[in-house]
Each structure stands twice: as C-alpha cells, then as structure tokens.
Nanobody, 125 residues
Framework: VQLGESGGGLVQTGGSLRLSCVAS????????AAWFRQAPGKEREFVAA????????YYADSVKGRFTISRDNAKNTMYLQMNDLKPDDTAIYYC???????????????????WGQGTQVTVSS
C-alpha cells in the first residue's frame, strides 16, 4: 500500500489548508485512517482519525472544532480540512492506515501499518 499526501504549504494565522491523502494498492477493507503530525523536536502526535466507511471520526482536543477529517472511498482519498490555523499547528503532517481497523488504539501511531511521506504545514504568526 502506498499513501501520498499533498496540500501542505505556508499560511498565515487564521488561514486554511486542505490536505489530501491518496492510497493505492490497498487489499483490505474496514480499515481506520488517520492524520498525525510531528513538529521539530517533538513526538509524533495524533490529529484526527476516521473509521470505515467514514461515519465515525475522532479528533485531538487541540484541533477539535477547527479541523475536519473526511474520506471519499470511491476515490481512495482522505482529506483533512484545517481552518483557523495557528502557529502551533506547524508540523509535518502524515496520513496513515490501520489495516486491522482496531478502535481501541485508533489514536496510537504504533497501531498504523502504512504511512505517507508527509507534507509540511507552516503557519506564520
């Protein structure tokens, strides 16, 4: 499975970006998909996740109300709409998939089997 992110960039505080993650080569269904991020010198942290087929969503408290995760299963694409961006949102954003679809560890990065290469998001103050 290959995952590829796009949509990152430089934006001012309060601005918006939409990240996309396109998957290819998937041979499983009922998977969880998520966005994580990692800022310089920090641990990789959970941002948002969405279960198959896309009705249940989960968010980190720091992004709740500002970010929206969604997926288009027909297009094998997942999205992260990011509004009201803040400098603390600056990080490399990664998409990931958990082929097993385990709910109890949906926020844990170690549970994910496949990762994209990441896309840089920079929010200027």
């Amino acid at each position: 499975v290959q995952l590829g992110e796009s949509g990152g960039g430089l934006v001012q505080t309060g601005g918006s970006l939409r990240l996309s993650c396109v998957a290819s080569g998937r041979t499983y269904n009922n998977y969880n998909a998520a966005w994580f991020r990692q800022a310089p010198g920090k641990e990789r942290e959970f941002v948002a996740a969405i279960r198959w087929p896309g009705r249940a969503t989960y968010y980190a408290d720091s992004v709740k109300g500002r970010f929206t995760i969604s997926r288009d299963n027909a297009k094998n694409t997942m999205y992260l709409q990011m509004n009201d961006l803040k400098p603390d949102d600056t990080a490399i954003y990664y998409c990931a998939e958990d082929a097993g679809g385990i709910l109890s560890s949906i926020r844990f990065h170690g549970n994910y089997d496949y990762w994209g290469q990441g896309t840089q998001v920079t929010v200027s103050s």
